[in-house]
């Protein structure tokens, strides 16, 4: 199963590591997209910026 993950807010004024944890997703900019894979990583990633993206399931 692979997860579609949405940035829908800004980064601005975001802690660094927050910051990393998108740019690792591979968002950079609101509405850029991208898939992953549903595991403990990705698991662990959405969770720390869970405030800043929306994920849906593929």
Do not use: F
Not at 30 to 43: E, K, L, M, S
């Amino acid at each position: 199963m692979a997860l579609n993950i949405t940035l829908k807010k800004s980064l601005i004024g975001s802690k660094k590591d927050q910051i990393a944890t998108a740019a690792s997703l591979g968002l950079k900019k609101i509405g850029d997209v991208t898939t992953q894979p549903d595991n403990a990583a990705t698991q662990g990633k959405i969770r720390k910026i869970s405030h800043l993206i929306e994920v849906t399931e593929i």
